[in-house]
């Protein structure tokens, strides 16, 4: 493990660290916020999911969550949103290749090479910061857009791993909507049963165990309509009685001032589920 950044923050540290990721066949960029409580005891971990365009940059530097980490004593993990490296394939367009990982286990050529982010975020990420850092072994999980979707879908396949799940403006379906259509119809391939393993509202209709779950979602997000559909979750839920905390916030858009401004909730309501 290199360590690229270490700046002193809310009496904690903030790192950024660099590490070879067996899984994605690549070294990855990793954030990592320790709070004064892990210079002396063993603290729960948190993990964030960036959205498409990210790496793990964003959320350290925009959405002010290392105030409230503090506070309650958790450490801060985000990864970057993609394998990257020159022979790391891409494509064009934003919502696709390069910082659109989508959190799943790509199987057609070209990405099943890297694109293996479900497995890296869900084994091989926590299996290394634990290792790595002084944990209770207690983790939850949360993110933004496609790594809202990101955390729910891994949340809702490993309902035992996680104390908690949240989300703030997440991809719920998307098999049924276009960013993920297209993105899945290239890394999974066209038999669209492989795709549900990676869709919320298909595992909630399965789901074994109930995690606690939050959604936060702006009513003026510019893909509310379009990419994002809270209403399809919110249904899937009420069709088979799993609880969800979804949170209409009025006049709020898809960016990070959304985040910053609902962060600290968040943060709370992880912190009371990995207290349990
Ligand atoms: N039009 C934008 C689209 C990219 C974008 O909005 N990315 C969001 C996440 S969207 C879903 O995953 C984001 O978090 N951006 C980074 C930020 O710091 O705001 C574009 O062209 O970039």
Not at 159 to 181: K, L
Request: glycine fraction near 8%.
């Amino acid at each position: 493990m290199d360590i690229v950044e270490r700046r002193r923050c809310f009496r904690g540290t903030q790192l950024v660290i660099r590490h070879a990721a067996a899984r994605v066949g690549c070294t990855m960029h990793v954030a990592v916020f320790l709070p004064p409580q892990a210079e002396t005891s063993a603290c729960p971990v948190l993990y964030w999911l960036s959205g498409l365009t990210c790496t793990e940059q964003n959320f350290i530097t925009k959405a002010g969550a290392q105030r409230y980490a503090a506070e309650h004593g958790v450490i801060l993990v985000a990864p970057d949103t993609s394998p990257r490296g020159a022979d790391v394939a891409d494509a064009e367009g934003y919502d696709i290749g390069l910082g659109a990982g989508f959190y799943v286990n790509a199987t057609e050529a070209p990405w099943a090479a890297h694109y293996q982010m479900a497995a890296y975020v869900e084994r091989e990420l926590p299996a290394f910061i634990d290792a790595n850092f002084r944990t209770t072994g207690r983790q939850s999980i949360l993110g933004h857009s496609m790594g809202g979707h990101g955390a729910l879908t891994i949340a809702l396949r490993n309902p035992r791993a996680y104390a908690s799940v949240s989300a703030f403006s997440p991809i719920v379906a998307p098999t049924q909507v276009p960013w993920g259509r297209k993105v899945f119809a290239a890394y999974l391939g066209p038999d669209e049963s492989t795709w549900q393993a990676y869709d919320a509202c298909a595992l909630v209709a399965n789901a074994e165990a109930h995690v606690p779950m939050r959604i936060d979602q702006g009513t003026a997000d510019e893909f509310l309509h379009t990419q994002l559909r809270p209403e399809l979750l919110q249904a899937a839920c009420q069709r088979v009685g799993y609880p969800l905390d979804l949170r209409m916030q009025e006049g709020y858009d898809h960016s990070y001032y959304f985040i910053a401004s609902f962060i600290g909730e968040h943060i709370a309501f992880h912190a009371e589920a990995l207290r349990l």
